[in-house]
């Protein structure tokens, strides 16, 4: 694997819209995220990822551009953006934007063109089809959101024609087929790296190649609703390679930018193509965890994850990812629930906890991605009620449930645990009025707990997780360990014992063992190795330096509750 600039980097992913708000309209901003580069950069942040700001209706939170060129001017102006760019650089930090090109809102000149003349030159840009002979889609795929994938043409309703969203209905998808509509797509991109961005978080890629012609991929359907999620499709969308490797090759190989694409479902045999030395993309995430125990019929059927199942999960990518390249791990992101409530078990969500599960993911193999609030351990809301959600997902979802027979009140606790309005409530700076996040009324309601759980209280505090987090980047930046926690091999250790997960880290001179018990209960465990120093234990507040851990005894280890340790090790 060939050294890369950012491999030693930190990254941090903001919601713009919940991160801060310099004006006191409710809606976080670029001036405010702005105003907290000096917390990022005191934090060890290196890499800065922002979700979508540009020109949209949100429909879809911003993942619906109506202007790629542009920002929204809820979240400032293209000026701001020169500022952050400016500012960041001065920091020696970098800033990644996001990359939505599987789709556009409908609100893009694009689009609106299209309906004008769907058989002129932008109607080519899109998926405009006609219906079956009796009127109806042309076929039975579902979109990610719920409903059919496809909607009549705006202006042509009575004409049989249909445009294909797989996700909200405001969300066309944009046809890659088109060699005119790719020539606009990198041109820009190039426009923003040109302008100094360092790269791009790119967005639902995978669904960029369709299954055609459409009319010949109808599907047996997976729920009473007669349609098929577009999963299925995918996997007979044969070739998407070509796709991204022109990307790769026209924008971000010429600016040896950052491009870490969100994947889901690649087969290990093509992983080298993804993100191998001259892959696609330099990086991708590792979902892994994200999406296990996922059900083809809702969230309701879905399974929750254990410990063991989280252990597994991570083994099986650091395995997959091996030799190859370099994943992007994650605990959270803008798409899913708090990490703390989803991995750690109802009612065991302690700081102690919380320190356990940023230590077992930040020291994989791997970039470490962090998103806001995730440096606290925010966590999920408590729902009262379906009137409270935002996310569209989310109502969606709560509707399976109900069509499956659930109350209200279990479909509310069902969607409560898995919505995306859980990552997207506003940031607790303080525990002051509306958590610090704005001084008029935000746009999503504020988690009550703000008040136990904030930046400012956490600053205050040696042994916070806030502190644990800077702790762990020091660790992975400190000279005498870096090369074993940037590119050490991962190695599990005690793989079969119930509710502990622990691993080496490999270097050519060094090797760091990382091991965390993964319960309220005390465990004691035989090592295959005589510690010699430790570097990071949750229970001692950080430290620069650690005395003999006074529970190692005659090759036996005893971890309190949640204890977990980072320590060199002489031999293993």
Not at 46 to 64: N, R
Not at 220 to 243: C, S, T, W, Y
């Amino acid at each position: 694997m060939k050294k890369k600039w950012w491999h030693d980097k930190v990254a941090y992913q903001i919601y713009p819209k919940s991160f801060y708000d310099s004006n006191g309209d409710g809606i976080g901003d670029i001036p405010g995220i702005i105003s907290k580069l000096d917390y990022l950069k005191d934090l060890g942040v290196d890499i800065i990822w922002l979700s979508p700001c540009f020109c949209s209706p949100l429909a879809d939170q911003g993942y619906d551009i109506s202007d790629y060129y542009n920002i929204d001017p809820r979240f400032g102006t293209i000026e701001d953006i020169d500022v952050l760019l400016e500012e960041a650089k001065k920091r020696d930090m970098y800033i990644l934007m996001d990359l939505v090109v599987n789709h556009c809102s409908d609100e893009h000149e694009w689009f609106e063109k299209a309906c004008e003349d769907p058989m002129g030159e932008y109607g080519k840009f899109f998926y405009i089809q006609n219906g079956k002979e009796d009127g109806s889609e042309p076929n039975n795929w579902r979109s990610y959101f719920g409903g059919s994938a496809w909607d009549k043409l705006p202006g042509h309703e009575e004409e049989n024609l249909y445009y294909l969203h797989l996700f909200h209905k405001k969300q066309p998808d944009l046809n890659w087929e088109h060699k005119e509509m790719r020539e606009e797509v990198y041109k820009m991109i190039n426009w923003w790296l040109d302008k100094g961005l360092a790269g791009f978080r790119i967005d639902a890629i995978i669904n960029i190649k369709k299954a055609l012609p459409v009319e010949n991929y109808s599907y047996p359907a997976d729920r009473d609703d007669g349609l098929v999620r577009p999963q299925r499709m995918l996997k007979d969308a044969v070739g998407i390679g070509e796709f991204l490797g022109e990307m790769h090759e026209r924008t971000f190989k010429p600016h040896d930018s950052f491009a870490v694409g969100e994947v889901f479902d690649v087969e290990k045999k093509d992983l080298p193509e993804f993100i191998g030395d001259d892959g696609y993309f330099s990086s991708m995430f590792d979902f892994n965890e994200t999406i296990f125990g996922s059900s083809d019929k809702g969230w309701y059927d879905a399974k929750k994850i254990t410990p063991d199942d989280y252990k597994r999960c991570c083994f099986e990518s650091q395995a997959e990812m091996d030799g190859v390249g370099y994943f992007s791990n994650i605990i959270e992101n803008h798409d899913e629930p708090r990490g703390v409530s989803r991995y750690i078990p109802e009612g065991e969500c302690t700081p102690r906890a919380k320190k356990l599960l940023g230590a077992m993911n930040f020291l994989l193999k791997g970039l470490p991605f962090i998103y806001q609030g995730q440096e606290i351990g925010m966590e999920n809301v408590v729902l009262e009620s379906i009137d409270q959600v935002d996310d569209i997902s989310t109502l969606d979802e709560y509707q399976v449930a109900k069509n499956a027979g659930l109350s209200d009140e279990e479909a509310l606790k069902v969607v409560n645990f898995f919505s995306r309005d859980n990552a997207r409530t506003p940031m607790q700076w303080t525990d002051k009025a509306q958590a610090g996040f704005t001084t008029g009324t935000p746009w999503l309601y504020v988690n009550p707990n703000y008040t136990e759980i904030n930046v400012a209280a956490q600053e205050e505090d040696p042994e916070s997780v806030l502190n644990w987090y800077k702790a762990l980047i020091s660790l992975r930046k400190n000279p005498e360990y870096k090369e074993t926690v940037v590119y050490g091999d991962t190695v599990p250790v005690l793989e079969d014992t119930h509710n502990l997960m622990a691993y080496y880290r490999k270097g050519e001179n060094q090797t760091i063992l990382v091991i965390g018990n993964y319960q309220p209960q005390a465990q004691t465990v035989e090592l295959p190795c005589e510690i010699e120093k430790v570097l990071l234990d949750n229970t001692k507040g950080v430290q620069n330096e650690y005395s003999e851990l006074p529970a190692f005894k005659d090759g036996k280890l005893t971890l309190e509750g949640y204890q977990t340790i980072a320590a060199v090790v002489k031999e293993a």
